[in-house]
């Protein structure tokens, strides 16, 4: 059975950091793209960032500079480190892995950006 879970979300101030986990199991992580989504109340899922797996990197306009993907096929985990996190950030963030013939996502974790 495929499992993605999240973790990690939670209530921060603006500016600081929450890091977010994805760990992954039931796939053979090593061979999968991995992202990060976002979807906010009333909105569209959104493309956060992706790494592939041979670790190369992508990041919307909005999180460039701010958010960092990473991996660790050992531990067959994503992670998204958020720093200098705003209120806009708020929504609740995916984690998804794919490969040519499969697509899988987790259940999602809240991040809420608020004073």
């Known amino acids: 059975q495929v499992q993605l879970v999240e973790s990690g979300g939670g209530l921060v101030q603006p500016g600081g950091s929450l890091r977010l986990s994805c760990a992954t199991s039931g796939i053979w992580f090593v061979l999968y793209d991995s992202g990060w989504y976002r979807q906010a109340p009333g909105e569209q899922r959104e493309l956060v960032a992706t790494?592939?797996?041979?670790?190369?990197?992508n990041y919307a306009d909005s999180v460039k500079g701010r958010f960092t993907i990473s991996r660790d096929n050992a531990k067959r985990t994503a992670y998204l480190q958020m720093n200098s996190l705003k209120p806009e950030d708020t929504a609740v963030y995916y984690c998804?892995?794919?490969?040519?013939?499969?697509?899988?996502w987790g259940q999602g974790t809240q991040v809420t950006v608020s004073a």
């Open positions: 998804n892995a794919h490969s040519y013939t499969n697509d899988f």
């Open positions: 790494i592939s797996n041979s670790g190369r990197t």
